[in-house]
């Protein structure tokens, strides 16, 4: 077999999945720490990390995993309870985007949120996703540990321990 995404974009659903689990844990003022801007707090955090999933699957396969385009983003979150919802929508986007390993690495054209003509391959916009989570979880870490919570430990989300939790599951 070859090296390609889909290991990598199996092991980010899982630990979106394991985040958003363990914020679940969490009382309800965690969702409101931040660490250096109080408007990039963790619920904004863990909300964008699943909002720009949709977004990254929608502009590589073309087809709508969460919202259509045009359509508003997913709904935020405010309390742990929405916490349930973003869960799902992450695994349904999740699999969005692992689905998208399946199509050809084109170049794509596209109008970016500058409304400036860009040309992306597929593939660095399926690169760019894995990268986007993994970088946000760890701002989530940081902003919790900055107001006293005890942050998710990144360690326990990296791929040795994916490797070891999954080993036994067909991926």
């Known amino acids: 077999m070859a090296i390609a995404l889909d290991r990598l974009l199996a092991h980010m659903a899982w630990a979106n999945q394991k985040t958003i689990e363990y914020l679940q844990t969490l009382p309800e003022e965690s969702l409101k720490a931040f660490a250096t801007n109080p408007e990039w707090h963790a619920a904004e955090i863990i909300y964008h990390i699943v909002d720009s999933a949709d977004h990254y699957a ?3 396969s073309g087809l709508p995993a969460l919202t259509q385009p045009g359509d508003p983003c997913i709904d935020d979150v405010k309390e742990i309870a929405d916490l349930v ?3 799902e929508q992450a695994a349904i986007v999740d699999k969005a985007l ?3 390993v399946k199509l050809d690495d084109i170049q794509l054209e596209y109008k970016n949120a500058e409304d400036k003509l860009v040309k992306r391959w597929r593939s660095t916009i399926l690169s760019q996703a894995i990268h986007h ?7 989530l870490a940081s902003a919790l540990e900055a107001k006293g919570f005890t942050p998710v430990n990144l360690d326990d989300l990296d791929l ?3 490797e070891i939790d999954t080993e036994s599951k067909i991926i």
């Open 58 to 60: 929608f502009r590589i």
């Open 85 to 87: 919802r973003l869960k």
């Open 98 to 100: 692992l689905d998208c």
């Open 133 to 139: 989570a993994t970088e946000h979880r760890a701002q």
């Open 160 to 162: 040795w321990s994916f």
